[in-house]
Nanobody, 114 residues
Framework: VQLQASGGGLVQAGGSLRLSCKASGVILSVFWSKDWGWYRQAPGKERELVASFSSGGITDYADSVRGRFAISRDNTKRTVYLQMNSLQPEDTAVYYC??????WGQGTQVTVSS
């Protein structure tokens, strides 16, 4: 299984981005059964969980992004998304997707300018 993350870029504060994490080499039943997460790691900081999506469809968010970010999943496309709105400079980080327990995407850089 491989995860390809994309959608990062440079955006001004207040802007939006949508990250995608496409899974290849995984059948639908496996994709559906997994729990997913988006993490981020800013320079000099530990990697932190931003949003999660359980196999049962339950979502959860870090307090810092709740109300601004939304995680979703498209099973037919084998893709997990992270919609990020009202971006702030403190959201600047490399964002990683995780298909639990241990399959990581390669990371996509998000930079928010003030």
């Amino acid at each position: 299984v491989q995860l390809q993350a994309s959608g990062g870029g440079l955006v001004q504060a207040g802007g939006s981005l949508r990250l995608s994490c496409k899974a290849s080499g995984v059948i639908l039943s496996v994709f559906w059964s997994k729990d997913w997460g988006w993490y981020r790691q800013a320079p000099g900081k530990e990697r932190e969980l931003v949003a999660s999506f359980s196999s049962g469809g339950i979502t959860d968010y870090a307090d810092s992004v709740r109300g601004r970010f939304a995680i979703s999943r498209d099973n037919t496309k084998r893709t997990v998304y992270l919609q990020m709105n009202s971006l702030q400079p403190e959201d600047t980080a490399v964002y990683y997707c995780l298909m639990r327990p241990t399959t990581w995407g390669q990371g996509t850089q998000v930079t928010v300018s003030s």
